[in-house]
């Protein structure tokens, strides 16, 4: 068998591979792997590349460098100037990346070990199923910051634990451990550290890969369009949505109170 190699696939993504099984690594561990917009574009790119080789690739692990995130959300810090413009267009390249995942014929597994939060968590649920460290959290804080999620986690997030979890979660926008995620159906598996966690997901690409390949593709596009059909129109809703949050004078005080490290006050305005 080939040597496993490592690629820098741009700014703060790497790729290694192993055989046919591929790990992203979103690796910005001084901002915990916020998705700025660079870093979005980049693993789109990483997606559409292993899309290009076909069959080569039979799985992908997805996971975030540092040892403390997944991802900790679309980055603040480049969101604040955002017009809503800008915020609208900042969406539809998260659900470029969502779409990309989805459509790759692999399996793609999200290893969470540390902050699954924001658009961190709505990658991770762009995946087929995630796995995590005993020491995970998940959440969607967005209207901490007063935004609303806007990488799909409207749409998938209500798939992956009912409706009314879903509303429960986005609205307080608190943070669930992996106790409470395994228990309500967002993650698909627990394991006690890093190491079990790749080791389980590598067994279960293994236990995939003993599969008819074409089969498994299928069965992936058949299981994302039919709970996706209207994915499309639900997340235009989601980019206008998103879009308009950014017109509110909360999310500007949200976002500036999280730069300089203060509680926010809102007005309601
Ligand atoms: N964007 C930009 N920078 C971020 C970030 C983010 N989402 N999350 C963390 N960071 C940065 C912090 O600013 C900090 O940088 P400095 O050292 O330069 O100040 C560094 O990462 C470490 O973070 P903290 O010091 O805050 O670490 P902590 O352990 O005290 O807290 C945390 C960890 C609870 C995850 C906290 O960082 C946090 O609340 N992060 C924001 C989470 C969030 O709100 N995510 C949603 C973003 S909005 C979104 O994602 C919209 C969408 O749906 C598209």
Redesign the pocket.
Known sequence: MAEPSTQENGPDVRVERDGGIAIVTIDRP???N??SPEVLSTILGTFEALAAEGSDVRGVLLTGAGG??FV????????AQFTPEQAEE??RL?HRVAAAIEGLAAPVIACVDG?A????L?LALACDFIYATDASSFG???V??G?I???G?TVRLPRAVGLARAKELIYTGRRIDTAEALAIGLVARSFADRESLFAGARATLDEVGANAAPAVGLAKRVLVDAAGRRTESATELEVAG?GDAFRTQDMREGVAA??E?REPEFTGA
């Open positions: 001084r901002a915990l916020a998705l403390r995130a900790a959300g679309a980055d603040i810090r480049a969101m900042t969406a998260g902050f939060l924001g658009g961190g709505e969607q804080p967005e901490h910051l935004l999620p806007g990488f986690g998103f999280f730069v490290k």
